[in-house]
């Protein structure tokens, strides 16, 4: 400015000589210059619908109109009592890095501005003695001007400039300052609406992402890595957990998910993660199992964190998965060290979308069973059949064989071998199918109870290494009949000659029999196993080879 400008106080601006030379109230051309570049700017700072481009272009327009050299928008953490972002123009990286930390709220200039949002003008930093806690790398100031920024009755932020270029701030310049704040008042609370919108949308979006692929009959743990994933990404977390509880009433993290880059140390992030656990009576634990969520500022320092790798985050949420009072985990999401705290919006988005998640669980899991009952009926059926129908028909056949054997017995010796062969061979098919029928009538992710279901589960696993499957045959009451002990010594045995088995060349058909009729040399009762093959026997060419064992008991 030409003249000599005289400052008016903090809440207004002050009076000038009416040719321009003052602070421009008058008719001159003060606000002559400047007018049309505020109305442009109070129009510009509504341009953008997000929150950060927002408060960054007010800073910018602020910085430009005042002439000031440097400018910042500090946002309050109403929560905290503190600045939980800063927007700033004139400074470079360098000199953004040497500042350091976001100022506290507990002294100085910003204190006083947190606690009294008004108006403040002060031309000489170093005679005022509120001017105070500056940080050690923060460029040389001399003056400030300040005001408020309110998004309806609420104090938004504070916006700072410091560094006149020609002069000293006027109270011109706390009237522009007024008029942009106000104006971005308005422009901010849009944003923010829109921001929250558009939040709100992307979690709805996650939980329906979830829900849709936990449906399509994941298994139970890609169930809860899908939870862990989307929640993460959603949250802008440096890690997803899912802790379920344990046996002995802890807690144990069963999956996590973490981006893909190493973190500052050089580890996977989800190095040490996974098995985890949280101790019983953690008072963390407490909240959890009883349903109820934990919220966290600083995992490292927070004495309700008592797992080993707390001191690898930061802010952090902890949700239970909890459906019709069933608690089937708890959905954890921490950020990293030095990272922003969630805010409240945060907060009930994620815990929306863990209910939503844990609903989604039990929905899947109440679809597999039906899933799985739908097997097992089916498989009821089909052994129903195939005792019913095929096991009568073929018994019937062998009937009608053995009349026919008889009827001709003496006639013709080749014919009496070949039906006779024919019975046996039916004899053995109907065995099988009993077997088979067996094995059907027992759920197959269950672990075997009895003798009978222990063979078939050995044999069943011998035969990816045969590249066949081996022919079983049961005689007698083998669950019923032979005891616990004798049972395993037979298992080994049964072991060792299918390992035998595979040593030998060309083995086209292994038949396995357990027979609990017999009675060995002593009289008492025992059990029989006996192991055919047709393979080589060494380099002699000879094929058969035959295995048997008795164990009485």
């Known amino acids: 400015m030409s003249g000599p400008d005289r400052p008016g106080g903090p809440e207004g601006p002050g009076t000038?000589?009416?040719?321009?030379?003052?602070?421009?109230?008058?008719?001159?051309?003060?606000?002559?210059?400047?007018?049309?570049?505020?109305?442009?700017?109070?129009?510009?700072?509504?341009?953008?619908?997000?929150?950060?481009?927002?408060?960054q272009r007010l800073v910018d327009t602020a910085t430009?109109?005042?002439?000031?050299?440097?400018?910042?928008?500090?946002?309050?953490?109403?929560?905290?009592?503190?600045?939980?972002?800063?927007?700033?123009?004139?400074?470079?990286?360098?000199?953004?890095?040497?500042?350091?930390?976001?100022?506290?709220?507990?002294?100085?200039?910003?204190?006083?501005?947190?606690?009294?949002?008004?108006?403040?003008?002060?031309?000489?930093?170093?005679?005022?003695?509120?001017?105070s806690g500056v940080p050690e790398g923060h460029p040389p100031m001399n003056d400030l001007i300040g005001v408020p920024i309110r998004v309806e009755s609420e104090v938004f932020g504070n916006l700072y400039l410091?560094?006149?270029?020609?002069?000293?701030?006027?109270?011109?310049?706390?009237?522009?300052?007024?008029?942009?704040?106000?104006?971005a008042g308005i422009a901010i609370g849009n944003a923010r609406l829109y921001g929250t919108a558009r939040q709100r949308e992307r979690w709805i979006e996650g939980a329906a992402a979830v829900t849709t692929a936990l449906?399509?009959?994941?298994?139970?743990?890609?169930?809860?890595?899908?939870?862990?994933?989307?929640a993460r990404m959603l949250a802008d977390a440096a890690a997803g957990v899912v802790l379920q509880p344990t046996g002995d009433g802890g807690m144990e993290i069963v999956v996590a998910s973490t981006p893909d880059a190493a973190d500052e140390d050089g580890r996977d992030g989800t190095d040490g993660l996974v098995g985890v656990t949280i101790a019983p009576g953690s008072p963390v634990l407490v909240q959890l199992l009883g349903g109820e969520p934990v919220f966290v500022d600083d995992s490292a320092s927070d004495p309700r964190m008592t797992t080993s790798v707390r001191s690898r985050f930061?802010?952090?949420?902890?949700?239970?998965?909890?459906?019709?009072?069933?608690?089937?985990?708890?959905?954890?999401?921490?950020?990293?060290?030095?990272?922003?705290?969630?805010?409240?919006?945060?907060?009930?988005?994620?815990?929306?979308?863990?209910?939503?998640?844990?609903?989604?669980?039990v929905l899947a899991d109440a679809q597999q069973d039906r899933a799985r009952l739908a097997v097992y009926e089916d498989r009821d059926r089909i052994a129903r059949d195939l005792h019913d129908l095929v096991v009568q028909r073929l018994f019937a056949t062998e009937m009608m064989l053995e009349s026919t054997r008889r009827r001709a017995a003496g006639?013709?010796?080749?014919?009496?071998?070949?039906?006779?062969?024919?019975?046996?061979?039916?004899?053995?098919?109907?065995?099988?199918?009993?077997?088979?029928?067996?094995?059907?009538?027992?759920?197959?992710?269950?672990?075997?109870?009895?003798?009978?279901?222990?063979?078939?589960r050995e044999t069943s696993g011998a035969a990816a290494v045969l590249g066949l499957r081996p022919s079983v045959r049961f005689v007698g009451a083998?669950?019923?009949?032979?005891?616990?002990?004798?049972?395993?010594?037979?298992?080994?045995?049964?072991?060792?000659?299918?390992?035998?088995?595979?040593?030998?060349?060309?083995?086209?058909?292994?038949?396995?029999?357990?027979?609990?009729?017999?009675?060995?040399?002593?009289?008492?009762?025992?059990?029989?196993?006996?192991?055919?093959?047709?393979?080589?026997?060494?380099?002699?060419?000879?094929?058969?080879?035959?295995?048997?064992?008795?164990?009485?008991?």
Do not use: C
């Not at 030379?21 to 509504?46: F, Q």
């Not at 902890?318 to 089937?328: A, E, F, H, N, V």
């Open 411 to 456: 006639e013709d010796p080749a014919a009496d071998e070949l039906l006779g062969r024919a019975v046996d061979e039916l004899d053995s098919t109907i065995q099988e199918v009993r077997t088979a029928i067996v094995a059907l009538q027992q759920p197959p992710a269950d672990a075997p109870a009895g003798l009978r279901g222990l063979v078939l």
């Open 478 to 553: 083998v669950d019923t009949l032979v005891p616990e002990a004798a049972g395993r010594r037979l298992l080994t045995a049964l072991r060792e000659a299918l390992a035998a088995v595979r040593e030998r060349a060309e083995v086209s058909s292994v038949t396995v029999e357990v027979d609990a009729t017999t009675r060995p040399g002593d009289g008492r009762p025992g059990v029989r196993l006996t192991v055919t093959d047709d393979g080589l026997r060494g380099g002699s060419g000879d094929r058969g080879t035959t295995v048997a064992r008795e164990f009485p008991y």
């Open 314 to 361: 930061g802010p952090s949420m902890m949700l239970p998965l909890q459906s019709g009072g069933r608690l089937i985990g708890t959905l954890a999401l921490p950020r990293s060290r030095q990272g922003r705290p969630y805010t409240a919006v945060e907060r009930l988005l994620a815990s929306q979308f863990a209910s939503q998640a844990a609903l989604a669980l």
């Open 64 to 131: 430009e109109l005042t002439g000031a050299r440097y400018g910042a928008l500090g946002v309050i953490d109403a929560e905290r009592d503190t600045l939980s972002a800063l927007y700033t123009s004139g400074l470079t990286e360098e000199e953004r890095d040497r500042i350091g930390a976001l100022p506290g709220g507990g002294s100085g200039l910003v204190g006083l501005l947190l606690r009294e949002p008004r108006p403040l003008l002060i031309h000489d930093l170093s005679a005022d003695p509120r001017s």
């Open 16 to 55: 000038g000589d009416g040719n321009g030379n003052g602070n421009g109230n008058g008719n001159g051309d003060g606000n002559g210059p400047r007018l049309p570049r505020l109305l442009e700017a109070v129009l510009g700072v509504g341009t953008d619908l997000g929150l950060a481009e927002t408060l």
């Open 215 to 230: 449906l399509t009959g994941v298994s139970p743990e890609d169930a809860l890595r899908t939870v862990a994933e989307q």
């Open 162 to 183: 410091s560094g006149k270029h020609e002069g000293a701030f006027t109270g011109e310049d706390m009237a522009v300052l007024r008029v942009l704040g106000s104006q």
